[in-house]
């Protein structure tokens, strides 16, 4: 079907020439390589979680990624429902967290260009993490102060959310950044699954809830080292590509240590 398509199309071109007087002479290889091409990149969804699996390296981001995702997902959607066990209105507290998001979107926005990803996201999701902690550790006469630690952990973990969607595009090339952003929300989504669970332990055990909270954000933050830094880097459009970035950064590394202890 695609040879008869072909060949209706370059016999469509000849007559256009021919009716235009026009002397040209046309490649038609370059079909053939645009076929190919389609052909090579019509990956389905099992196929690149394949190519994922097998290489290593992204294995390891993928797996890193997605363990971030799980903390900052559970902080993200669980913190909201937790609010009732808070000593405050349940209204403001409410209002207040929707326009704590506001701030963290402006901030991604604007200011992306000049965060590291790395550092970024690792300093919003432990502090996040040490202020919900906070609010189970400091006692019944500071209760003042806990809905201010609330709003800046959940202010955090929307920076952080923010900022994460955009290292995970920065991080995989082109034929598998869709699949690696959807297993990342889906990690992301799954870590808020266990929010309800979470919230009706801490009803029952005063401020529970944002220990666990604290306590999984920052072992999840931890996983951010096994990343590398994306700020200002080349978005590769293929595997191989990405591959043959990662060999030449390497190669500068090891050039640079070797001038720097003065060997030949």
């Known amino acids: 079907m695609k040879t008869l398509q072909k060949e209706e199309a370059v016999a469509t071109l ?50 890193a990624i997605m363990s ?8 993200y959607y669980g913190m909201p429902l937790a609010l009732g066990n808070l000593p405050f209105n349940l209204y403001w507290n409410v209002t207040l967290n929707a326009v704590s998001e506001v701030p963290a979107s402006l901030i991604a926005f604007f200011f992306i260009e000049r965060l590291d990803r790395k550092s970024s996201v690792l300093g919003f999701t432990v502090t996040s993490g040490v202020c919900s902690i906070m609010c189970v550790v400091i006692g019944e006469e500071w209760e003042s102060v806990k809905i201010w630690l609330e709003l800046i952990s959940f202010f955090c973990t929307c920076t952080a959310f923010e900022i994460l969607l955009i290292y995970t595009i920065e991080l995989f090339p082109t034929t598998v950044r869709n699949s690696a952003m959807a297993m990342v929300r889906q990690a992301l989504v799954f870590g808020g699954v266990f929010c309800p669970v979470i919230v009706a332990m801490g009803r029952g055990n005063g401020y529970l809830s944002y220990g666990i909270f604290g306590a999984v954000i920052i072992s999840c933050a931890m996983f951010v080292g096994c ?16 591959e043959n970035k990662q060999m030449r950064v390497r190669s500068g590394s090891s050039l640079g240590l070797g001038l720097g202890l003065g060997l030949p």
């Open 68 to 75: 971030v995702g799980f903390g900052v997902g559970m902080v």
């Open 14 to 63: 000849k007559s256009i020439g021919t009716v235009n007087n026009s002397s040209f002479t046309l490649s038609f290889s370059g079909l053939m390589v645009f076929e190919e091409a389609e052909t090579t990149t019509d990956l389905h969804l099992y196929s690149v979680i394949g190519i994922l699996m097998e290489k290593r390296w992204a294995l390891r981001r993928l797996s």
């Open 227 to 242: 990343l590398p830094e994306t700020k200002g880097e080349k978005l590769c459009d293929t595997m191989e590509e990405e």
